[in-house]
């Protein structure tokens, strides 16, 4: 089965300071891998997804995230914060075949003060 | 892409009683997923939904507390039943299609009192 650890449960950053959140995801398979944000009392939004191709993947807002398959790892990047940044994010994957629900991290939780 | 209606949106339920949950998408899939989000938790997997058969609920989710209907290729319900309070959580419907992000519908934000 699929599981998914983000492993900073809480994250206080200082705006324009550089972001990185750590996910690793567990499946003996190929996976698709995304990064979803929820900004206080709002829906899911989607940042990022990685399919295939280029392991460095660029999504909205000036985030980006590499894709290291030997460490089966999804990091999350960002060069400079910015106060309305802060939200919760979760990493989460699933099988590519389609029809197969997503499995999310616990989540991390960004603030980040002036 | 698909667009995915879902309501109530939200709803203040006694304890005891259920609700029914209704999720509509524009467009015919062959499995839907009801997922919980417990306040300040991540998205929990309650069920898989596959149209003609029954639903394949996840660990420590069980038909008789969340029964699940697909009546057809683009709607399922879920219902919570004989609610509590620790059943207060954001219900949300997805579907996931192959080499794209699964799609979400708004959630229904569920307080039992």
């Known amino acids: 089965a699929q599981s998914v650890s983000q492993h900073n449960h809480h994250v206080i950053l200082s705006e324009a300071a550089s972001l990185e959140l750590g996910c690793n995801y567990s499946?003996?398979?190929?996976?698709?891998l995304f990064w979803y944000v929820q900004y206080p009392g709002q829906h899911l939004q989607l940042l990022l997804k990685?399919?295939?191709?280029?392991?460095l993947v660029k999504g909205i807002k000036g985030f980006e995230a590499e894709f290291i398959k030997s460490k089966f790892s999804f990091n999350l990047r960002k060069p400079s914060v910015q106060w309305s940044d802060t939200a919760e994010y979760f990493c989460a994957v699933n099988a590519p075949m389609g029809n197969t629900p997503l499995v999310f991290g616990k989540g991390t939780r960004l603030s980040v003060i002036a | 892409s698909a667009v995915i209606s879902q309501k109530p949106s939200r709803d203040i339920c006694q304890r005891g009683t259920s609700l029914t949950i209704q999720c509509q998408v524009d467009?015919?899939?062959?499995?839907m997923f009801w997922y919980r989000q417990q306040p300040g938790q991540s998205l929990t997997l309650i069920a898989t939904?596959?149209?003609?058969?029954?639903?394949?609920?996840e660990s420590g989710f069980v038909i008789d507390k969340f029964p699940i209907s697909r009546p057809n290729l683009t709607f399922s319900t879920l219902t919570v039943s004989n609610m509590s309070p620790e059943d207060s959580s954001i219900y949300l419907c997805?579907?996931?299609?192959?080499?794209?992000?699964?799609?979400f519908g708004q959630g229904t934000r569920l307080t039992v009192v």
């Open positions: 939904a596959n149209q003609g058969s029954e639903a394949t609920y």
């Open positions: 499946y003996g398979g190929t996976v698709n």
């Open positions: 990685y399919f295939s191709g280029d392991p």
């Open positions: 467009s015919q899939v062959t499995m």
């Open positions: 997805s579907v996931a299609r192959e080499n794209t992000e699964a799609f």
